[in-house]
């Protein structure tokens, strides 16, 4: 069956440059995360849907970064006026909540701001 | 301040040895812990999981262990093959914490032939 699929593979952008990631989670999928993995550095969670929830948006590192998840399905993560430390991968994963606390993840999207 | 952590960033081992990453975690609300393996290029795949309410889980080669009192997991991987090749996550979540999953900064395995 179909996984998490996540578009662009590859984004290249420059200082300053408003980007949206997408990410399309497994049907059926009720919760939604992101996270992202910067270079040599571990995972680190952004922001999470559940349902009609309101989101949790603790993670996200400044106001520049907002998410939203249209028809409890797809979600685009938009990063505004880009930063040099804002390249990452950016990884989606979706999970059946709560049956299960097991998440997929999506292949992600390398975003590189130069 | 790091909730989990991993302290050996690269582990080499030689096939058909055990393998063991180790994982520590700083707040007792944790309730859940997993593992998950990343190879270059694709996002993370769940390996295994444990609940705090047990101390052991197995799965064919990969058995997870852990100790409460000391706030340590450890993932063992035997026999160890060359296709276990991959970076190593741990993660926890905690049941007041909406699944979300906080990660270890990751364990490189290598499994030399």
């Known amino acids: 069956g179909a996984g998490v699929s996540q578009s662009p593979s590859n984004k290249v952008t420059e200082k300053g440059k408003d980007v949206e990631l997408r990410c399309d989670p497994i049907s059926g999928h009720t919760a939604l995360y992101w996270y992202r993995q910067s270079l040599g550095q571990g995972l680190e969670f952004l922001i999470y849907?559940?349902?009609?929830?309101?989101?949790?948006k603790s993670g996200l590192p400044s106001d520049r970064f907002s998410a939203e998840r249209t028809g409890g399905s797809v979600s685009t993560l938009t990063i505004q006026r880009t930063q040099q430390e804002d390249s990452a991968v950016y990884l989606c994963?979706?999970?059946?909540?709560?049956?299960?606390?097991?998440?997929?993840f999506g292949p992600g999207t390398r975003l590189t701001v130069l | 301040d790091q909730q989990v952590k991993q302290n050996s960033p690269s582990l080499s081992v030689q096939e058909g040895r055990i393998s063991i990453l180790n994982c520590d975690y700083t707040n007792s609300m944790f309730d859940y812990f997993l593992w998950y393996k990343k190879y270059p290029a694709e996002g993370p795949t769940f390996l295994i999981s444990?609940?705090?309410?047990?101390d052991k889980n197995e799965d064919g080669r990969f058995t997870v262990f852990l100790n409460k009192s000391a706030k340590h997991l450890s993932l063992h991987i035997v026999p160890s093959q060359p296709g276990d090749s991959a970076v190593y996550f741990c993660a926890a979540s905690a049941w007041n914490a909406g699944n979300m999953l906080t990660f270890g900064g990751g364990t490189r395995l290598m499994v030399k032939p």
């Open positions: 444990i609940s705090s309410i047990k």
């Open positions: 849907f559940q349902g009609n929830s309101a989101p949790d």
């Open positions: 994963a979706s999970s059946l909540v709560p049956v299960t606390d097991t998440q997929y």
